[in-house]
Nanobody, 113 residues
Framework: QVQLVESGGGLVQPGGSLRLSCQAS????????MTWVRQAPGKESEWVSV????????LYTDSVKGRFTASRDNAKDTLYLQMNDLKPEDTAVYYC??????RGQGTQVTVSS
């Protein structure tokens, strides 16, 4: 069955960095565009980034442009999100997701001093 397992979250100070990973299984990862979404407490889910199946094209929501970079390793069926210059407003549970909405269990990112 389809599985998405996120990892790499944690507590970081403002200005810090984290690298999230998403291990995929149960589908043909290398032919599938992948999305990162996040959900802050009390707020609706927010789309963060989408990356094409081969990894050559990425799109980002305005609030993370220039700070976040999505990438993937199709040989390892793994998706990444490099997050730099983190801000308190980036605090959320981060999920990798398929276009139909299926997503993993998420990983918590907390940005606080």
């Amino acid at each position: 069955q389809v599985q998405l397992v996120e990892s790499g979250g944690g507590l970081v100070q403002p200005g810090g960095s984290l690298r999230l990973s998403c291990q995929a299984s149960g589908f043909t990862f290398r032919t599938t565009a992948m999305t990162w979404v996040r959900q802050a407490p009390g707020k609706e889910s927010e789309w963060v980034s989408v990356i094409s199946s081969e990894g050559s094209r990425q799109l980002y929501t305005d609030s993370v442009k220039g700070r976040f970079t999505a990438s993937r390793d199709n040989a390892k069926d793994t998706l990444y999100l490099q997050m730099n210059d983190l801000k308190p407003e980036d605090t959320a549970v981060y999920y990798c997701a398929l276009s139909g909405g299926f997503r993993g269990q998420g990983t918590q990112v907390t940005v606080s001093s």
